[in-house]
């Protein structure tokens, strides 16, 4: 099979196209032959050496596919062969051939395409495992989503939305804030032109937000803590302005705030199953009356895979870019 090797850290010049065999399918693993992968933030971090796959992790980059099951392992039901099926994985998805634990594969939502499904998996599992089942987002409260255009924001504001919530987020100009807009939040904050913090509390009459899911850390952290309203909740889920901040503990205990955060990677394929249960009972049918839809930015064949990862470096994607095969 072919398949997308990091030949050493660096920039995306270092993905090279290569060959190898099909990796074996082990007990209660499925052998999926991939149509297409989405591409991730992570999968960027990888290539430059600062995030490395788990132990026992296929090498080589992808977290998330779809296609059509080749092969079920051992003690592996509920799935035939020939079936249209996406997967989060914790490594290993820019190949023709992956094998993942039974509990992470889903049928791909009716409607859907193989592409579009591919674009699914990671963002879908992030989100509701750190808004829904972490963060406790009810119906009525305010959530505040930093970096609304990219694949995790345009997830993360269909959904709130969906389970009606009212939906703030920041954007880097304005075409993603109309595309934001367009999705569902209630107010896009372009931060290159206006002060999130004090947009926010203009247009909440300083009732500020119950939940933020915060990417960004550094600055955003002092300013997410006084947007807060009482017994608020802070999810951070990467820092892309480093893990590092001081923050205002007076106003996290005057507030009875919650600080917390996540890492979906290295999580075991039981509690991403149970994650995996609870999408395919409460999203996926919102998939199926078009209520949500997968956000796709641009489609790269894999041989292209270096300009897919500079589209995604590039901060101008507006939604999920992916790569087929």
Request: charged share 25%; glycine share 10%; aromatic share 8%.
């Amino acid at each position: 099979m072919r398949y997308i090797d990091i030949t050493k850290n660096g920039g995306s010049e270092v993905l090279e196209l290569k060959e190898m065999s099909v990796p074996s399918m082990q007990k209660g693993q499925i052998l999926i032959k991939v149509g297409a992968a989405g591409v991730n933030r992570p999968d960027i971090l990888q290539r430059m050496g600062l995030y490395p796959p788990p132990r026992g992790v296929a090498s080589y980059p992808g977290l998330e596919v779809a296609g059509i099951i080749e092969g079920i392992g051992e003690g592996v039901s509920g799935f035939e062969e020939g079936q249209e099926v996406c997967a989060l994985l914790a490594g290993g998805g820019y190949a023709e051939y992956c094998v993942v634990p039974a509990q992470q594969v889903l049928p791909i939502p009716k409607g859907l395409s193989i592409i579009e499904a591919a674009s699914i998996p990671e963002t879908f599992f992030t989100v509701w495992s750190n808004l829904f089942d972490i963060g406790k987002l009810k119906k009525g409260e305010r959530v505040l989503i930093h970096g609304g255009s990219s694949g995790i924001g345009t997830t993360a504001i269909q959904l709130s939305k969906a389970f009606g919530s009212e939906v703030y987020v920041t954007v880097g100009n304005e075409e993603k804030r109309d595309a934001c807009i367009c999705l569902g939040a209630r107010e896009a904050i372009n931060y290159n032109k206006e002060d999130f913090y004090e947009s926010i509390n203009i247009y909440t009459n300083n009732k500020g937000v119950n939940l933020i899911l915060d990417m960004v850390s550094g600055d955003y952290v002092n300013k997410n803590i006084k947007l807060l309203s009482e017994k608020g909740r802070l999810i951070f889920i990467a820092f892309l302005k480093g893990p590092k901040a001081e923050a205002n503990f007076g106003l996290v205990m005057q507030k009875k705030l919650l600080i917390t955060g996540s890492t979906l990677r290295p999580q075991s394929k039981n509690f991403k199953g149970k994650i995996a249960q609870k999408l395919y009972k409460n999203v996926w049918p919102l998939f199926e009356e078009k209520k949500i839809k997968p956000i796709i930015d641009s489609v790269y064949s894999i041989d292209k895979v270096a300009e897919a990862h500079d589209r995604m470096e590039s901060n101008k994607h507006i939604g999920k870019i992916v790569l087929t095969f």
